[in-house]
């Protein structure tokens, strides 16, 4: 267990649908990260909060959102489901945005979207 | 702009063999890398990172600045090797991320 955890770890719907996945990041980490592995694109960084900030954004569609709640919890809303948004969904953590002696960061075991 | 790449999609060697992980980088500033292994899908592990300079099982990098390379080896592989390695960059200022290769799928026949 890396200490990070997601939510669901299979979620299947339908297109046009909207969905949310869930993280929590590891105890005492502030930033979170939202990565999309797809079998053509590889490893897409897509969004990173920070104390409930956004930080960073970077392929992120407009049909996507984020949040990171006082909790440190985030969670990544998806909706008009196309089928080509069908992946694997990681979320990382790390202690904060800046670098931290090289640690890089922790990462969840995923959520698996498939949509039908 | 910052840039990861791994030349191999795909690489296969025997048991016992030496095997090299390639990864050049673009960045322009001072870099932060790491080899991230992941095995059947599942969450990425980070096996190493090079400012800490060891050797997690047996594999080895080194960051070469000059040639913008920070490849991943080990002297001789094992079947329990075979996995998904990432190279990834870790980028600076205040849109920090890490900004990963593409991957190359490594399968260690026996």
């Known amino acids: 267990d890396s200490g990070v955890t997601q939510t669901p770890k299979h979620l299947i719907t339908a297109t046009g649908q909207r969905v949310t996945l869930r993280c929590s990041p590891r105890?005492?980490?502030?930033?979170v990260y939202w990565y999309q592995q797809s079998l053509d694109q590889g490893l897409q960084f897509l969004i990173q909060y920070y104390n409930g900030e956004e930080r960073a954004k970077g392929n992120i569609l407009e049909r996507f959102s984020a949040q990171q709640f006082p909790d440190l919890h985030s969670e990544l809303n998806l909706s008009s489901l196309e089928l080509g948004d069908s992946a694997l969904y990681f979320c990382?953590?790390?202690?904060?945005?800046?670098?931290?002696?090289?640690?890089?960061?922790?990462f969840g075991s995923g959520t698996r979207l498939t949509v039908v | 702009a910052q840039r990861v790449t791994q030349p191999e999609k795909l690489l296969s060697v025997f048991k016992g063999a030496p095997v090299e992980l390639k990864c050049n980088y673009s960045y322009s500033g001072s870099p932060e890398l790491f080899w991230y292994v992941q095995y059947s899908r599942q969450r990425l592990q980070l096996l190493l990172r090079h400012i800490s300079r060891e050797s997690i099982k047996g594999f080895t990098a080194d960051l070469n600045k000059g040639e913008t390379s920070f490849h991943l080896k080990k002297p001789f592989a094992q079947e329990e090797d075979s996995a998904m390695y990432y190279c990834?960059?870790?980028?600076?200022?205040?849109?920090?991320?890490?900004?990963f290769g593409k991957g190359t799928k490594l399968t260690v026949n026996p």
């Open positions: 990382a953590s790390s202690l904060t945005p800046s670098r931290q002696g090289g640690y890089g960061y922790t």
């Open positions: 105890s005492g980490d502030l930033s």
């Open positions: 990834a960059l870790l980028t600076q200022g205040g849109s920090e991320k890490l900004v």
